[in-house]
Structure formats: structure tokens, C-alpha cells
């Protein structure tokens, strides 16, 4: 089985992302909590402070089985390079105020690209990539105070609100507004200050 949801539809009906999954998960299991014990016996799930959480190892787990379940005709090598070449336009240290690099490291840069082409289809070169990744980090004009961590800027979580006022959580991509709007695009530091918080 593969399923694509889009948050976007969510929203429209009125569930969070994270509302949907529970609610499909729930309609889809005859027993949850047999399921849920059998997670926690293969520490899959953990429980802290009387909560289900997801254990480390299995985090990454599914994080791999989100991206190796979408569709991309690059192989992980491919990624690996362009993330490499990514990191060597991106500013080299650590985020002023915080213990985060700006390059982050090559997998978790992979990854999130991987997970972005599985988003938006394979239309754009690595050449498309690259120069959006220069026309960024130049908008800053050499004060990166808020420049985002490179994986930010392939996608992020942002908070909106709907009709009634009510936040949501969804994803959100400059990379993808670098490559659709080439010759719109010229933003000043100050734009990206609520990047700045991670």
C-alpha cells in the first residue's frame, strides 16, 4: 500500500496533520492498544513521563521508510554529493547564540534533499539546486546573524493559522521558493528572522 497526503487537504476538513495520522491509525487498527504493547515490546515505542514516544532507533527508522517509500530516480550517492556541494555554499561555524552549524552534517542535509525531491518531483537539476542554495546565502550579503541552518532552508516546520485563528504546524520550503520564483526573489536579512530561531 502507499499513501500520499497532502496537509493542505487536512487543513481544508479541519485536522491537523498530526490529528489525521490518529485518526487514520485508530480507524485502521481492530485493537490499538495490543499494537501499541507490542511497540513497546520491541522498543519501538518508549514511555516517558506517562507518554508514548518513539525511541531513537526508530525514529531514524521511519524516517527512512518515509523517504525510501517516495518517488526520486536519484540514488542516495547522488544525494550525498549534491548535499556536500550545498554545505560548501553555505557559510562555515556554528549559528551565533546556538551549538548548531550552518552546514549541519552531509547524511542529515541527504536526507532532508531526498525527502524534498519525494515532495516536488525530480523537475529540478542539481545545477537548479546549487544556484538557489548561492542566490540565498547571498541575499545575506555576508551577515548570516539570521541566515537558517542549511536543512531549514531545504524545509521547515512553519506555524500559519486558518480562517478561525486556529495555528497549524506545516512545511514549508524556501529552496522550493528559490526554484519556482528565480527572478522574483531578492530578500533582505530581516526576512528571515523567524528562520533564526533554530
Known sequence: MKITIDEKKCLKYKL????FLAALTIKNLKDPKSVIDTLVNRDVLDIKDDKYV????????L???LTESGGTEKTDEEFIEMAKK????YPEGIKPGTTYYYRCNTKEVANKLKRFFIQYGDKYTEQDILDATQRFVAAFKGDYKYLPLIKYF???????????????????????DYL????????TVNNWERYARN
Open 86 to 89: 550545498m554545505r560548501e555554499l
Open 54 to 61: 518513539v525511541t531513537d532507533k526508530w525514529s531514524e527508522i
Open 16 to 19: 491537523t496533520f498530526k490529528e
Open 180 to 187: 519556482e520564483n528565480p527572478d522574483e526573489l531578492d530578500y
Open 63 to 65: 524516517d527512512k521508510i
Open 154 to 176: 531545504i524545509s521547515k516546520q512553519k506555524s500559519i493559522q486558518d480562517e478561525e485563528g486556529v495555528s497549524h504546524n506545516i512545511e514549508h520550503s524556501p529552496l522550493a
